[in-house]
């Protein structure tokens, strides 16, 4: 046994450290970072362990992060027993056998890759069997668990599992682990530590998920789910069934088509049945009256594993921390997978989400009075039955069938089937009036409906021809998205924002503000992409997709017109990748993307599509095989934004332009054992370069010019407490402004009215048992006024919050 311990200089850890925390260190630490590799290569594997005695539990998951290899096993397997810990240089077969020592487990490989975990057993004497090893790394896969903070696979930005070193564009992924240690009070809040991405408060609905994209805002529509479009404008989030939320930053429209992908896309991938039996039961208390519990559980439903489910569902009630709100939503989804053989294998998933939604969380005027009120402050009026919120409900089908060829491709069908219904009666803020302090409102009932039916046709594989490999993804695409609402309003009672008087009441009749409508598409797609590998470190990726959109919309009114209208576009993508050694890519990418434009000119003919084009260069590098750093400088311009004909101002062209230039700057991994860092910087300018109403130069609603973000997990077996964890991050964002144009004055709005710059820190404590943990997060501990925007309205946040879980699994 090698018992050669590394001797740790805590002086040169804390400056490395700190290179890292301002972006310097990939610059200074290449050629260490190289020699490390050229030295992992000569010795055929060995690598350098640091793990200690403690919770075998916490053990293995050290030992997955460190090997960069998936553990499987039920968690009680491991519960309440003791490891020896490995400390050295060792192969992984040497080091796992380390830690399993005389502790009844052993460990088996699967045909898949990667380790079983199995209670050993009892020969006739008591005494326990040698565990035996046989190494096998399973590699992670686009849908598999992110160990740690750094992912390595995506297939967000290609549709196919291709390695985030190889995709020439930005994606980052933020994994079920990275979720729970973040613990945001609403899931759209880990965009605080996000480069280039930032939370935006959909007024229409706050349970949805929404952000800006590279400084333009998406109104939720930027939203997928496995690899599906939806709109997120309706669509409700849970994150127990969530394995990692991705961003792809820039145009999507290669692979996504048209609509809320211009500027990027956010895709939800979803938890799939695993062979190995796990059920986690979660239950929380928190500020704002939360109460919640969550269950996850998968396994196999027969001896061979080839029937396997997962099961997730949650139950939350309050936790809306404005005043006089009171709500609750239950989420359950059960997805089955099916091997119907050795290449076939069929998916089901299903899901449903009933949420009982109180009135609105406050939606503030653009004016500096309402930065003076209390963020918690409650504007409407919630104890009146026509401002206590309504219902929304959501049902969802997803079936994926994929087939292996002889010939090594994969045949893929999927389908796809979203309902959304809701409705919403609230009192809503319409103007203020700074001399009498008072807020005039109104009844908002609206009661809509979103329906998705999307198949998707795909074809991918690798090919060879003379020197160069390829990697193919052929599709077709077909979708039909339906919209509708009805908008109704009366008069209620005014508000002084500085002396609140609850309740009121009407004071006009419920009439229609506009008559309502349902409106949808059509779209036939194909697409094509090939990743090319040319040796000797270069590689290329071109794509494109030609959509053809069938768009209609009709008023409910009798007599009413239907407007249709034809949309087609070519979405072409090329990128290019160098990668002079294992650890480091620089790449470079052009592509772009379109999204119809509603409505006629002038004449009655349609608007040419808005579109988009990015040009990014960046570079992907590994310090260590467990840490990696990302940086992207990016270009991005819209074109044929609809804005005012000066001819005719009653009417409109689509002649605006819009550009958003920036750098973005992130680290994602482990600095050293026991130390998980999730770091990200950008900046980013976002302002009108052509319009006939906005003045060239505004910038863009929202944005912040910097954002920075940092996060920390510290496990404290250093000193002992293996089992011990903290959690420490703080983020900051420039001010903003709050609306276009940057400065008007109007019923709405005042002069000058900008998004103050605010300082978020956050901070978490955990301890973990192995079949049980409990976790105290703690959210803006400063009580920071923070505020986000919305086209021109802005929405506070909570204020100081805390949140204790406790989990168990059996």
């Known amino acids: 046994m090698n018992t050669f311990k590394p001797r740790i200089k805590p002086l040169s850890g804390l400056i ?3 290179l890292l925390g301002i972006g310097l260190g990939a610059g200074i630490y290449s050629n260490v970072a ?16 640091d793990i200690p005695a403690g919770s075998l539990g916490s053990a293995l998951e050290q030992f997955a992060r460190t090997a960069g290899v998936n553990l499987s096993y039920n968690p009680a397997l491991v519960a309440g027993k003791q490891s020896q810990g490995a400390q050295g240089t060792f192969s992984k077969q040497t080091a796992l056998e380390l830690i399993l020592g005389n502790t009844g487990v052993e460990a088996s490989a699967q045909q898949s890759g990667g380790f079983v975990l199995r209670a050993a057993p009892v020969r006739s004497g008591g005494t326990l069997p040698t565990v035996s090893v046989a190494a ?24 196919s599992d291709i390695a985030l070193r190889d995709t020439p564009q930005s994606v980052t992924v933020i994994g079920e682990q990275a979720i729970k240690d973040l613990a945001p009070r609403a899931l759209d809040e880990i965009a605080d530590y996000i480069a280039g991405v930032d939370k935006e408060a959909v007024q229409g609905n706050p349970y949805a998920l929404s952000f800006y994209l590279r400084g333009f805002n998406t109104a939720g529509a930027a939203s997928a789910y496995n690899g599906f479009r939806e709109s997120g404008f309706e669509t409700p989030q849970s994150a127990v069934n969530i394995e990692r939320i991705e961003f792809l930053k820039g145009p999507a429209s290669v692979l996504y088509g048209g609509a809320g992908s211009l500027s990027g896309l956010v895709n939800i991938v979803t938890k799939r049945p695993q062979a190995e039996t796990s059920r986690t039961i979660e239950t929380t208390v928190g500020s704002f009256g939360l109460l919640g519990t969550s269950l996850d559980s998968t396994g196999s439903l027969n001896e061979d594993g080839s029937v396997r489910y997962r099961l997730t569902a949650d139950l939350q009630k309050d936790g809306f921390f404005a005043e006089q709100l009171s709500g609750n939503s239950t989420m359950v989804s059960p997805v089955l997978a099916w091997d119907i053989s050795e290449d076939t294998t069929v998916e089901f998933e299903l899901l449903t989400q009933n949420i009982d939604r109180p009135g609105r969380e406050p939606f503030f005027i653009r004016h500096p009075d309402f930065f003076k009120i209390p963020t918690d402050i409650q504007l409407g009026d919630p104890t009146n039955p026509l401002g206590a919120g309504g219902k929304l409900t959501r049902d969802l089908a997803r079936v994926d069938f994929t087939h292996k060829l002889e010939n ?17 009666s609230t009192i809503q803020g319409t103007s203020y009036d700074a001399t009498t302090n008072l807020l005039t409102r109104r009844v908002r009932q609206v009661a809509s409906y979103d329906r998705s039916r999307i198949s998707q046709t795909e074809l991918s594989g690798i090919a060879q021809t003379g020197t160069i490999a390829h990697n193919w993804l052929a599709g077709f695409e077909f979708g039909k998205i339906t919209t509708g609402f009805n908008f109704r309003v ?10 609140p008087q609850y309740p009121g009441q009407a004071t006009g009749p419920i009439v229609d503000l506009i008559p309502g409508s349902d409106s949808g598409s059509n779209t036939k797609a194909i697409y094509v992409q090939d990743l090319m590998d040319f040796g000797n470190g270069f590689k290329a990726l071109l794509g494109g997709r030609y959509d053809e959109l069938e768009s209609f919309s009709q008023q409910r009114s009798a007599g009413s017109a239907k407007t249709e209208t034809t949309d087609s576009a070519f979405s072409p993508r090329a990128g290019l990748v160098w990668q002079p050694r294992d650890d480091v890519s620089y790449y470079t ?4 993307s379109f999204t119809p434009n509603n409505g006629r000119d002038v004449n009655g003919n349609n608007f040419e599509p808005q579109e988009g084009e990015q040009f990014e260069v960046g570079v992907k590098y590994d310090l260590n095989p467990r840490l990696s750093i990302n940086a992207a400088v990016f270009d991005y311009t819209r074109q044929n934004v609809v804005t005012t004909d000066p001819n005719n101002p009653t009417f409109n062209i689509a002649v605006g332009e819009q550009k958003s230039q920036g750098i973005e700057f992130e680290v994602f991994g482990e600095v050293m054992p026991g130390w998980e860092v999730i770091a990200s910087y950008n900046y980013i300018d976002a302002k009108i370069t052509q319009d006939n109403r906005l003045p060239v130069g505004d ?36 001010a903003r402004v709050s609306g276009l144009p940057n400065d008007p004055a109007g019923p709405l709005t005042a002069a000058d009215v900008e998004l103050p710059s605010y300082t978020k820190v956050d901070a978490g404590v955990i301890y973990d048992a192995g079949d049980w943990s409990v976790r105290l997060s703690g959210g803006n501990l400063t009580d920071e006024a923070i505020y986000d925007g919305y086209i021109s309205t802005f929405a506070p946040r909570a204020g ?7 989990s168990t699994n059996f």
């Open 589 to 592: 990418s052009w592509s772009k």
């Open 699 to 734: 910038q863009l609603t929202g944005v912040p010019e910097n954002a920075f973000g940092l996060f920390n997990k510290f496990n404290l077996g250093r000193f002992g407490l293996s089992r011990w964890s903290l959690t420490a991050g703080v983020s900051y964002a420039d």
């Open 136 to 159: 096998q790394v399973e590699q992670e896969t686009a849908t598999s668990p992110v160990i740690g903070y750094q992912a390595k696979q995506s297939s967000t930005a290609t549709r």
């Open 408 to 424: 090594g491709w994969k045949f893929r069908q999927g389908f796809y089937a979203n309902n959304v219904y809701s409705d919403d």
């Open 490 to 499: 009366a008069p209620y009672t005014p508000l002084n924002i500085f002396n």
């Open 800 to 806: 100081r919050s805390f949140n204790l879980t406790y």
């Open 34 to 49: 190289h020699a490390q590799a050229t030295t992992q290569t000569s010795t055929q594997g060995l690598q350098s362990y």
């Open 16 to 18: 490395h450290a700190a």
